[in-house]
């Protein structure tokens, strides 16, 4: 997991055109879907932005965090509290500030879990955000176990005027849509820049990396800062299409479906995590009509994956393609 053969940081043309022919499948996905699938494929985008989130963390400085969903759920508790009962809040400083809090709240756990390393590093992610979990579910100011709904849509008029209309299925689509590609491009970027290239350099080889002078530990903190904002993000547009936030949004199970994700799609280069998102989402609803212990056909899918395809699927049609390459110079 922690070796860079488990990255294809570098996406070879096959997968570019794979994801070209993702993306315009659902730029036209709102034209021709039903209003159910509509929301069915926003659901699977944000979840999506989640798994990029995380992948930032374990498939770049491999960091596995079991606690990841505090930060999302974090978030869409913030969107509920400033949302008032009877009027929608607005965008323009609900989601900085939510996103803002999420990371705030990543920059504090992370401040305490980075210091830890292995087995370690797991288990204190995962004790922090069950401590969230509990202050949220035993505390009925914050909503108690029931949770909070959302009556509104955040609100994106500027100075009255309304560019767009977030109550409109089609539009929150469209604006989800823009947030995951915002969300690729800049990790992608943040996966070349000095800092992603020290992040990879932490993955392979931490002692080298700090015998070279680097200060790892503040990288690290970075890195799950980062990572605990975007997660918000995700959070915050959840509450937003769903109108509702419970503590289970925080609980074990979110992080281990954003791992999950992550290992399905195959780890390191983020369009694995968007892969791995919309494959997990869709099979869950597949196996879910097909019988209600759909957790064994998900886990028995999840060790296939594992055994035949290590590198995850995406991984997967890189390495066809570049067998098929292989096959065809031997033959020339």
Do not use: C
Not at 14 to 41: E, I, K, N, R, T
Not at 88 to 99: E, I, K, N, R
Not at 250 to 258: K, L
């Amino acid at each position: 997991m922690s070796t860079p053969r488990a990255h294809i940081e570098v996406l070879p043309r096959s997968v570019q055109f794979a994801l070209a022919l993702g993306l315009a499948a659902l730029l036209l996905f709102p034209v021709v879907g039903s209003d159910f699938y509509v929301q069915m494929v926003t659901r699977m985008m944000i979840m999506a932005i989640f798994a990029m989130s995380l992948d930032l963390l374990q498939g770049v400085t491999g960091l596995v965090s079991l606690g990841h969903a505090a930060y999302f759920g974090v978030a869409g508790y913030a969107l509920a509290f400033l949302t008032p009962a009877d009027t929608p809040v607005s965008l323009w400083w609900s989601l900085p500030l939510a996103v803002a809090g999420a990371g705030l709240v990543a920059l504090v756990i992370g401040f305490f879990v980075v210091r830890t390393h292995g087995i370690y590093f797991i288990m204190v992610t995962m004790a922090f955000a069950q401590m969230v979990f509990y202050l949220f579910f035993d505390n009925k100011v914050l909503g108690g176990s029931d949770g909070l709904y959302i009556n509104f849509r955040p609100d994106a008029s500027i100075f009255g005027w309304l560019p767009f209309d977030l109550e409109g299925r089609k539009t929150f689509y469209y604006f989800t849509l823009a947030l995951v590609i915002l969300v690729y491009v800049l990790l992608r970027r943040l996966l070349w820049s000095p800092l992603g290239r020290a992040l990879s350099g932490i993955r392979i080889n931490e002692h080298r990396m700090r015998a070279m002078g680097f200060g790892t530990r503040g990288y690290k903190l970075t890195a799950f800062t980062v990572a605990g904002a975007l997660a918000g993000l995700a959070g915050y547009l959840w509450g937003a299409q769903t109108g509702y936030v419970n503590p289970e949004l925080m609980g074990f199970h979110m992080s281990a479906h954003a791992i999950m994700m992550i290992i399905l799609g195959g780890m390191g280069n983020f369009a694995g995590a968007i892969v791995g998102a919309f494959a997990f989402e869709y099979l869950l609803h597949v196996f879910k009509d097909i019988t209600k212990h759909w957790q064994l056909l998900m886990g028995g899918f999840i060790v296939l994956v594992v055994v035949a395809a290590p590198r995850g699927l995406l991984g997967m049609l890189g390495q066809r393609r570049a067998a098929k390459a292989q096959e065809d110079s031997h033959h020339g």
